[in-house]
C-alpha cells in the first residue's frame, strides 16, 4: 500500500494537486503522518498522485475484474485503464476480454512518467491512447505535458492508432457560462497536433454548464478544421514504408484530392480501411460503411470517419454500389459527385485475409 512506497519529504498531492500535503515520516507502516501545505475542501473519490515515486499497485484489481466483465454483460464499446504504466497492464485487460470471446477495444490513459517512458510499447497493443493531462501535469512537471502531448499524438498518428486528449481543456466552464481564450486556444492545438478527439470530463460530470461546453467544443473543433492544412502528406514516406495497405489509402486520398471528389467511401468489416484513410486527414468527407454495428461504433472515434450502416453483401460490386446509395440517402454525396472507394479482400465476409485494403474506384453518383 502507500504507507509502504512513500517515505520523509515525499510530496502527495490530491484533487489534481489543489491539496499539498508533506511526508513528515510513516508510523509502524501503516499511518502516513504529514504535514499540510496547500489545504483546501477534500471532496469524495478525488485523486491521490504521489510524483517521482513508483507505487507499486496492481494493474488490475479485484473491482477493475468486476468492472471488465460488467462491461462485457452490457456490450461497452471501449474501455478505458487509467495509469497504465506499460504494456503488460494492457495485456492483462485484454486478457480477460479474450478469456470471454469479447474484443471490446481497450483505450491506454497515459497519466504518469512511467507510461510516458514505454509509450511505444503502450501504443503497440493499445487499441487507442488517451493523453490524460489532469493526472498527468501532477505527476510530471506541468511544463513538460505540452511538449508530451504533441510527442504522444504524433506516435498514434504514425501507428494509424486514434488518440483523445483530454482533461480541463474547458475547465472554467464548470463554473461560467463561457471558456477563457486560452482555454479555446488549447482546444484548437490540440486538433492541430493531429488529436482524433477530444474530451470534456468535470465540464459536463460535475459543471454548471454541461450543454453549453459541448456546444462550444463542438463548435471549436469545427472552426478549427477548416484551417487544417488537410492536403500535405508530410509523413507520405512513413506510410509509403507500411505496405500495401497504407500505398492504397495514400493514393486514394491523394486521388480524391486531384479529383476534387466529395467523399472517400471505405466499405470495411474491421474498420481497418477507414483507420487509415483518417489518419491521413483528407479534404473529403470519409464514409465508413459495414454491416456491423461494433465496428460502426468504434469508428465514432476516428477522425472525420461518419460511419454508415450497410448490408453484409458478397461481391465487390455490390458492396461498394449499396454503400454509395446508403451515403447518398443519408445526403453525404448526390448525384453527379464523384467519389473516391476503397477497401479490398477485407469487405468481403467469406474472404480468409481481412484487413487488407488493396482496391481503388474512381465513380460518378
Known amino acids: 500500500g502507500l504507507p509502504a512506497d512513500v517515505s520523509k519529504g515525499n510530496i502527495i498531492l490530491i484533487d489534481d494537486g489543489l491539496i499539498e500535503l508533506h511526508v513528515e515520516e510513516v508510523v509502524n507502516g501503516t499511518d502516513i503522518v504529514c504535514k499540510v501545505i496547500n489545504g483546501g475542501l477534500l471532496g469524495q473519490k478525488k485523486g491521490v498522485n504521489v510524483p517521482n515515486v513508483s507505487i507499486r499497485l496492481p494493474a488490475i484489481t479485484d473491482k477493475d475484474k468486476d468492472d471488465i466483465l460488467f462491461a462485457i454483460e452490457q456490450g461497452y464499446d471501449f474501455i478505458a485503464a487509467s495509469f497504465v504504466r506499460n504494456a503488460a497492464c494492457i495485456q492483462e485487460i485484454k486478457e480477460i476480454l479474450w ?25 503497440k497493443v493499445s487499441d487507442g491512447i488517451m493523453v490524460a ?23 498514434c498518428n504514425a ?8 482533461t480541463q481543456m474547458l475547465d472554467s466552464m464548470m463554473r461560467n457560462p463561457r471558456p477563457t481564450r486560452a482555454e479555446v ?4 492545438n490540440a486538433i492541430y497536433d493531429g488529436t482524433d478527439a477530444v474530451m470534456l470530463s468535470g465540464e459536463t460530470a460535475q459543471g454548471k454548464y454541461p450543454l453549453e461546453a459541448v456546444k462550444m467544443m463542438a463548435q471549436v473543433a469545427e472552426t478549427t478544421e477548416q484551417h487544417l492544412d488537410l492536403h500535405l502528406l508530410e509523413n507520405a514516406k512513413l506510410h509509403s514504408r507500411r505496405g500495401i495497405s497504407s500505398a492504397v489509402s495514400n493514393a486514394a486520398v491523394s486521388t480524391a484530392a486531384s479529383l476534387n471528389a466529395k467523399a472517400i467511401i471505405c466499405p470495411t468489416m474491421s474498420g481497418f480501411t477507414a483507420r487509415l484513410i483518417s489518419k491521413l486527414k483528407p479534404a473529403q468527407t470519409i464514409i465508413g460503411a459495414s454491416p456491423n454495428e461494433d465496428v460502426l461504433r468504434k469508428m465514432q472515434l476516428y477522425w472525420g470517419v461518419r460511419p454508415l450502416k450497410t448490408a453484409q453483401e458478397r461481391s465487390s460490386d455490390m ?47
Not at 493531462?133 to 506516435?155: L, N
Not at 486556444?185 to 484548437?188: C, E, I
Not at 447518398?328 to 448525384?335: K, L, P, R
Open 133 to 155: 493531462r489532469g493526472d498527468m501535469g501532477v505527476e510530471i512537471p506541468a511544463q513538460d505535458v505540452p511538449h508530451i502531448q504533441k510527442m504522444i499524438i504524433k506516435k
Open 159 to 166: 501507428a494509424y492508432k486514434p488518440v483523445i486528449t483530454a
Open 319 to 365: 458492396i461498394f454500389q449499396h454503400a454509395i446509395d446508403v451515403a447518398e440517402n443519408a445526403g453525404y454525396i448526390e448525384e453527379g459527385d464523384t467519389v473516391v472507394m476503397t477497401g479490398g479482400v477485407a469487405t468481403s465476409p467469406t474472404s480468409s485475409r481481412r484487413g487488407l485494403t488493396n482496391m481503388i474506384r474512381v465513380q460518378s453518383v
Open 185 to 188: 486556444t488549447d482546444v484548437a
Open 99 to 123: 478469456s470471454h470471446d469479447c474484443d471490446i477495444p481497450v483505450i491506454a490513459k497515459i497519466e504518469n512518467a512511467e507510461g510516458i517512458a514505454n509509450i511505444d510499447e503502450i501504443i
